[in-house]
C-alpha cells in the first residue's frame, strides 16, 4: 500500500485508472493468465474499482459471480458471442430489446447461429420449441415496450430438463423485484446505465451467475472481445447504488399511481403495466415479482401524427428520451409500424412509454393529463 494512504478513509469508493498492470516477477508476468478469472492482469478486465461493483452487483443479485460490460447490450452480446457458434439454436422473446434481436437477425446469424424468437406470454409450452441443437433461451419479462409477461420459473424448469441455458434481461425489474439467480435462471444481465447508476450519467452492463464455467468463458470473453469498463463510471454506479433502494421505493409507487389514473382516462385506450391490477400480466406478475418498476407504456386515443406531435409539445414535466431509470421522468413514442415488425405482438396502436423520476407523482400525473387535452386541440 502506498504510505501516502495510511491514516486516510473516506466514504467514497477509489477510482482505480489503469491500462497497464504491473507484476512483481518477471515469473508473476508469464504466469499472469493464470489469474485472470480471480486477479489482475490488463486493464481490460477490470481494476480493484471493478472488482467493488462487480461483488456489489453480485451480493445484490444473490449470485457467487458478476462481470461488468460497457452496456446492457453488450452484455447480452458478450453473452451470444462467448457461449453459440454455427450450427447452435438460440430462442429470443419476440418482446425484448430491439437491439437483441438486430443482432441476432443481423450478426448471430451472418455467422451460422439459428435464431427464432417465440411468444413473450409463453411458459412451460416453450418445451415444444426446442431443438436438440437449443443452446441459450434469452428472456425479458415484462418485455420492452409492450410489457408481456413470461412465465419465467416454467420456461427455466423446461430449460433445465432440456439441457438448455437461460438468459434474463432483468433490467425493468432489477434484483429488488425479481431475483432471477434464485429461480435459477442461469445469466441475469443488467442495463446498469438505468437503475443502477440512477443518473442518466453513464453507459454500463452486468451479468450475473452462479456458475463458476459460465463466469470464466464470459471473463474471457470480456477480454478477447475487449469490452473494456471505464472505472469512472464503475464509481457512478456505486455512488448510485447507494440510494438505489430509495429511488425504486418512490418511483416505483409513482409508476402505479400513474398507472392507475391513465388507466381510466377517457384518451387511453390501454395502459400495459404488469404491476397494475387488471393488467393481463398482473397474476404472473404478482407469482414470482413484487415492488414494481418505473417504466409503463400506453396506447393513446390520438388520431393522427399531428395529435401526437401536439401531445408531446404540450409535456412540460416528462423531457423526451429513450432511456430510463434516473431521477428525471422522460416520454418516447413508437408509432404503430414498430410493433407491425413483431410477430407474436397483440398491441396495434401507438404506445407512449413513460419513465418515472423522482418528481411528485401528482405533477407528473397533471402533466400527461393537460398534454392529453392539448394534443385534442388543433391550433
Request: charged share 20%.
Amino acid at each position: 500500500m502506498d504510505k501516502r494512504m495510511e491514516g486516510f478513509r473516506s466514504l467514497s469508493p477509489p477510482v482505480w485508472r489503469a491500462s497497464t498492470v504491473l507484476f512483481d516477477s518477471i515469473d508473476d508476468f508469464t504466469t499472469r493468465k493464470e489469474r485472470v478469472f480471480d486477479g489482475y492482469t490488463y486493464g481490460v478486465t477490470g481494476t480493484p474499482t471493478t472488482r467493488a461493483l462487480e461483488e456489489r452487483i453480485a451480493h445484490l443479485e444473490g449470485a457467487r459471480f458478476c462481470v461488468t460490460a460497457p452496456s446492457g447490450q453488450s452484455a447480452l452480446c458478450q453473452i451470444a458471442l462467448a457461449l453459440l457458434g454455427a450450427g447452435d439454436h438460440v430462442l429470443i422473446a419476440d418482446s425484448a430489446y430491439g437491439p437483441l434481436r438486430t443482432f441476432a437477425q443481423d450478426y448471430l446469424q451472418r455467422f451460422g447461429v439459428i435464431c427464432e424468437t417465440y411468444d413473450p406470454t409463453a411458459g412451460a409450452e416453450i418445451a415444444q420449441r426446442l431443438k436438440p441443437n437449443t443452446r441459450l433461451i434469452f428472456m425479458e419479462s415484462p418485455g420492452s415496450l409492450t410489457m408481456e409477461m413470461q412465465d419465467i420459473p416454467a420456461i427455466v424448469q423446461a430449460a433445465k430438463a432440456a439441457g438448455v441455458l437461460t438468459v434474463l434481461d432483468n433490467s425493468w425489474a432489477s434484483p429488488l423485484g425479481f431475483q432471477g439467480v434464485a429461480a435459477g435462471v442461469d445469466l441475469v444481465v443488467q442495463a446498469a446505465s438505468k437503475w443502477f447508476g440512477g443518473h442518466s450519467d453513464l453507459l454500463l452492463g452486468s451479468i450475473a451467475t452462479d456458475s463458476r464455467t459460465l463466469y470464466e468463458k464470459l471473463r474471457t470473453a470480456q477480454s478477447v472481445l475487449g469490452q473494456a469498463v471505464s472505472p469512472d463510471d464503475c464509481f457512478l454506479a456505486l455512488r448510485g447504488l447507494d440510494t438505489f433502494a430509495l429511488r425504486y421505493t418512490h418511483q416505483c409507487a409513482s409508476a402505479l399511481t400513474l398507472a392507475q389514473r391513465l388507466a381510466s382516462h377517457a384518451s387511453v385506450d390501454s395502459v400495459l403495466f404488469p404491476p397494475r391490477p387488471g393488467d393481463p400480466g398482473h397474476a404472473r406478475w404478482a407469482a414470482s415479482f413484487q415492488g414494481g418498476g418505473c417504466v409503463l407504456s400506453f396506447v393513446p386515443k390520438l388520431k393522427s401524427t399531428e395529435e401526437v406531435h401536439r401531445f408531446f409539445d404540450a409535456l412540460t414535466v416528462f423531457q423526451i428520451g429513450a432511456s430510463w431509470g434516473g431521477v428525471h421522468s422522460l416520454a418516447a413514442y413508437y408509432p404503430p409500424a414498430e410493433q407491425a415488425k413483431r410477430s407474436y405482438c397483440q398491441v396495434t396502436g401507438g404506445i407512449v412509454r413513460l419513465s418515472i423520476g423522482v418528481e411528485p407523482a401528482q405533477a407528473l400525473a397533471s402533466d400527461i393529463e393537460q398534454a392529453l387535452r392539448m394534443a385534442g386541440q388543433p391550433t
